[in-house]
């Protein structure tokens, strides 16, 4: 097989993967973890406010429950940012939905900036639910332009990019979180607010790029803008057997529109790949790993580490999850989606049974320091990034917008969900509370397992045409030869009945 030059990482790829990551995604890590730190000084900021306006302060309960708002509404936001991701994409297109959306985070730092200035809690709240709607846009499109817009031996590499930029963002909140640099009373408004910096670099630079060439030659049917694209994104040589993968799959899909999520969910032809999506969003956020992150410090201080030590080693614990996403980055082209989907969550399952085992027998301390370690390092390794990569590969251009939404309000609702229940989880199952993430890391990696194929350096139409083999062995044991599957014109899933196009594996990219 000829490895075709087009398919080498050039410039233009490498800089649009950097700046739709650090402009967009290192948001989303970046605000998880930015309200750590200055909770203190937020809640006394808010009971100040209150008492100049009221003559009273707010009792323990009202205040807790006011800064757990301004914490979840985030995660309110982001479902919200995820059902529009659709919508924005079918018609603004993948980039030029990043490039709109940096409106948002302009928006929510002026009001979580000025905030203290104004006197104003309401500021804050709003400016962390504005933040949500970015953060929930973002963590589906820039997966799906980057998935896009890289060749298919590259997927993998600039699809695992912006899982990367989760952790720097993460592990800048906690290192800018630090007493000795943004961890006094008044810096807070600047901490939260600096949110603004990383977007406007983007809003600078992205513009100047070109638009995902399958966006521009299936759905805006603009061939000339395609190959300018492909230019762009290519080393200088021949780009026709990609042009022709991409007219391929319109072909098969020229008598189908963008489908919508209900249009998705009834389309019996991928029903094994929105449920696998289904399956790895969910099992990506009920694997416990915002639990382990919102909990680390008391792990931390159970285990007998000094208080004074603590955010030292958070930090130490966020540049883990950089070199383990970075370890994820570099050998998935190499390894699969499979080994680095699987292997993440079966670690994630052992050491979630650590904890429990090493809470129980108390002289196991420092096990759960290592099985803390161990969960965030198996988390960045894989079933951070690889779900948002797998979500743009399963499907086709008709079908991945819904599919995003799907998957990303999924994640969300998940994500939210956790959040609520697990404080009473812990309170009714106690140490024990750890086994039910186990069950579910290991339940995650057993399906994958059993039913998701490696896409490794397959087209988006190869790709298909595996679950389409799949359909067929679950419907009639009829056909022995996946390569002669025919695919019907009228969905371009391959479906099992004589249709108008043929697909020939030997014509697809090399």
Same mark, same amino acid.
């Given at each position: ?5 087009? $398919? ?36 006394? %900021? ?8 009221? +003559?009273?302060?707010?009792? +323990? ?5 006011? #800064?757990?708002?301004? /914490? ?8 919200? +940012? ?17 490039? $709109? ?24 709240? %709003? ?7 970015? =953060? ?61 910096? &990383? ?9 100047? %790029? ?27 040589? $021949? ?72 955010? #030292? ?53 420092? /096990? ?32 991945? &917008? ?8 999924? $994640? ?19 140490? #024990? ?13 057993? #399906? ?15 790709? =298909? ?46």
């Amino acid at each position: 097989m000829v490895v075709l030059h087009s $398919n080498h990482l050039t410039s233009s790829l490498l800089a649009v993967a950097f700046l739709t990551s650090f402009g967009s995604s290192m948001l989303y890590g970046y605000n998880l973890a930015v309200v750590n730190s200055p909770a203190g000084y937020i809640k006394d %900021f808010y009971n100040r406010t209150v008492v100049s306006r009221n +003559g009273t302060g707010l009792n +323990g309960e009202a205040l807790t429950l006011m #800064y757990s708002l301004t /914490v979840s509404v985030f995660a309110i936001g982001g479902l919200i +940012g995820s059902l529009m991701v659709g919508i924005l994409v079918t018609k603004f297109g993948r980039k030029g939905t990043l490039v $709109n959306s940096t409106v948002l985070v302009f928006i929510a730092g002026s009001l979580m900036g000025f905030s203290r200035i104004c006197g104003s809690p309401e500021m804050v709240i %709003f400016g962390r639910f504005i933040t949500g709607i970015h =953060s929930g846009i973002s963590l589906s499109v820039v997966p799906m332009y980057l998935g896009e817009i890289a060749p298919k031996n590259l997927r993998g590499f600039l699809g695992l990019m912006p899982s990367i930029f989760i952790c720097i963002g993460v592990f800048s909140a906690q290192l800018l979180g630090l007493h000795e640099l943004l961890g006094k009373e008044e810096h807070w408004p600047l901490f939260l607010s600096l949110v603004v910096v &990383p977007t406007f670099v983007q809003l600078m630079l992205l513009p100047w %790029f070109p638009e995902s060439p399958r966006y521009l030659l299936i759905e805006k049917h603009n061939v000339h803008a395609t190959i300018t694209a492909l230019k762009w994104y290519r080393a200088k040589c $021949n780009i026709q057997a990609e042009i022709e993968e991409m007219q391929e799959e319109q072909r098969s899909l020229s008598t189908v529109e963008t489908v919508s999520v209900w249009q998705l969910l009834l389309d019996p032809t991928v029903r094994w790949q929105v449920l696998s999506v289904v399956i790895i969003n969910i099992g990506m956020q009920l694997s416990g790993i915002d639990a382990i992150w919102f909990y680390t410090n008391d792990i931390f201080e159970n285990a007998g580490i000094p208080a004074p030590e603590i955010p #030292y080693t958070t930090v130490g614990t966020g540049a883990i999850e950089i070199i383990a996403g970075l370890i994820g980055c570099f050998t998935i082209e190499r390894l699969g989606r499979r080994p680095l989907i699987i292997g993440g969550f079966a670690v994630m399952g052992m050491c979630c049974a650590g904890i429990t085992v090493s809470l129980i027998l108390q002289f196991m301390k420092y /096990v759960s320091v290592g099985c803390v370690v161990g969960i965030i390092a198996g988390f960045c390794i894989g079933p951070a990034g690889v779900p948002f990569l797998i979500t743009a590969e399963l499907f086709k251009q008709s079908h991945r &917008p819904a599919a995003y939404t799907v998957g990303g309000s999924l $994640n969300w609702m998940s994500n939210f969900t956790i959040g609520f229940i697990f404080p009473f989880l812990q309170m009714s199952a106690g140490s #024990y509370c750890y086994l039910v993430f186990s069950s579910v890391c290991l339940a995650v990696a057993i #399906y994958v397992f059993f039913v998701i194929p490696e896409t490794k350096n397959k087209t988006f139409v190869e790709i =298909s045409q595996m679950f389409a083999t799949k359909e067929a062995v679950v419907e009639s044991q009829a056909l022995s030869q996946p390569d002669q599957l025919k695919l019907k014109k009228m969905n371009g899933y391959g479906t099992l009945e004589n249709g108008s196009l043929e697909f020939d594996s030997s014509s697809s990219c090399p």
